[in-house]
């Protein structure tokens, strides 16, 4: 029971390099999370996937690209990267719930640290 | 969406309970408020959820007030073990925008 896997765990870039972070969860879940978490701060949220084939902007999209060709894969793309992307990026799922109540748990990965030079 | 409010901090020593309190004026009327653990370099990770009045569970409780506009963490006799960062989360209806506020860091002291 793998749960979400994120590859890679780590990764040095230099500025203006593009790399793609995988994330893969087995649970069959509806739904898909990219984070970021800078050193001694919460998370924020960078876009979201409410199912296959769609995605959405959340707190601090700018610099990045998603895409959920598959509905266990989400992937966080880095067209040009910059020194200050430099973070961890967590990936989460979360299974839909019933027609009126969702229970909204997320299932986080163990993270990718990335550093941009 | 709802917009989460914790103290940045919290000092305790071991055997002591805390509560950990959250406010969440807007919270929408389907939504969850569900609380989370994270240590240092890992994941954060579901300690406890609930809808309304008390929940408990094996390592907390949650107490969530008639207007559940606040929710409030208890952890008994903590550990050192529970010294980690613990963010309240409100939301889940349609799971989206899921977003974190910046947590409350508890240290646990011996």
């Known amino acids: 029971n793998a749960g979400v896997t994120q590859t890679p765990k780590f990764r040095v870039l230099k500025t203006g390099q593009s790399m793609t972070l995988l994330c893969a969860q087995d649970?069959?879940?509806?739904?898909m999370y990219w984070y970021r978490q800078d050193p001694g701060m919460g998370l924020r949220l960078i876009h979201y996937?409410?199912?296959?084939?769609?995605?959405a902007k959340g707190e601090v999209p700018d610099g990045y690209n998603v895409s959920r060709l598959k509905k266990q894969n989400f992937l966080l793309g880095l067209e040009s990267a910059a020194p200050s992307q430099t973070s961890v990026y967590f990936c989460?799922?979360?299974?839909?719930?019933?027609?009126?109540?969702?229970?909204?748990?997320?299932?986080f990965g163990e993270g990718s640290r990335l550093t941009v030079l | 969406l709802a917009k989460t409010t914790q103290p940045i901090s919290m000092d305790s020593y071991e055997g002591q309970e805390v509560n950990i309190t959250c406010s969440h004026n807007?919270?929408?009327?389907?939504?969850?408020i569900t609380w989370y653990q994270q240590f240092p370099s890992q994941g954060p990770r579901f300690i406890i959820q609930?809808?309304?009045t008390k929940v408990t569970n094996e390592v907390a409780s949650l107490f969530i007030p008639a207007d559940r506009k606040s929710s409030t963490l208890s952890l008994p006799r903590v550990s050192l073990s529970d010294t980690a960062v613990y963010y309240c989360?409100?939301?889940?209806?349609?799971?989206?925008?899921?977003?974190f506020g910046a947590g409350t860091r508890l240290t646990v002291k011996p």
């Open positions: 989460a799922s979360s299974p839909q719930g019933s027609s009126t109540r969702s229970t909204g748990e997320l299932f």
């Open positions: 609930g809808y309304k």
């Open positions: 649970m069959n879940h509806e739904y």
């Open positions: 989360l409100g939301g889940g209806y349609n799971n989206n925008d899921m977003r």
């Open positions: 807007n919270i929408a009327t389907n939504d969850y």
């Open positions: 996937s409410v199912g296959e084939g769609t995605t």
